[in-house]
Nanobody
Framework: QVQLQESGPGLVEPSQTLSLTCTVSGGSITTAYYFWNWIRQPPGKGQEWMGAIDYSGRTYYSPSLKSRTSISRDTSKNQFTLHLSSVTPEDTAVYFC??????????????RGQGTLVTVSS
């Protein structure tokens, strides 16, 4: 059974880059035809799909976040990483990674991590 675990700092200063890593166990991130997503949920708000990287390494981004978002992977460690630049307090949210068979806003998720709270504050 595939499991996902997010890791990274819980506090980031404004204007800095937020970096989170998702470590996958029980399955390979190169297995066709899966997508590996980053999703966030600000306090009191709905979920927002941020982007994904697929089994081949192709990336997909939300148009509203594309200019600030980068997703990469390390297949040797079975991990994929989110970088969100120029953060503001509005980027404060629970961030979680998820596996799916399709990607984009509203795509059904097969499995997700428990999520990690990232607060943007000085």
């Amino acid at each position: 059974q595939v499991q996902l675990q997010e890791s990274g700092p819980g506090l980031v200063e404004p204007s800095q880059t937020l970096s989170l890593t998702c470590t996958v166990s029980g399955g390979s991130i190169t297995t066709a035809y899966y997508f590996w997503n980053w999703i966030r949920q600000p306090p009191g708000k709905g979920q927002e799909w941020m982007g994904a990287i697929d089994y081949s390494g192709r990336t997909y981004y939300s148009p509203s976040l594309k200019s600030r978002t980068s997703i990469s992977r390390d297949t040797s460690k079975n991990q994929f990483t989110l970088h969100l630049s120029s953060v503001t307090p509005e980027d404060t949210a629970v961030y979680f990674c998820a596996k799916s068979r399709a990607t984009g806003p509203g795509a059904p998720l097969d499995t997700r991590g428990q999520g990690t709270l990232v607060t943007v504050s000085s």
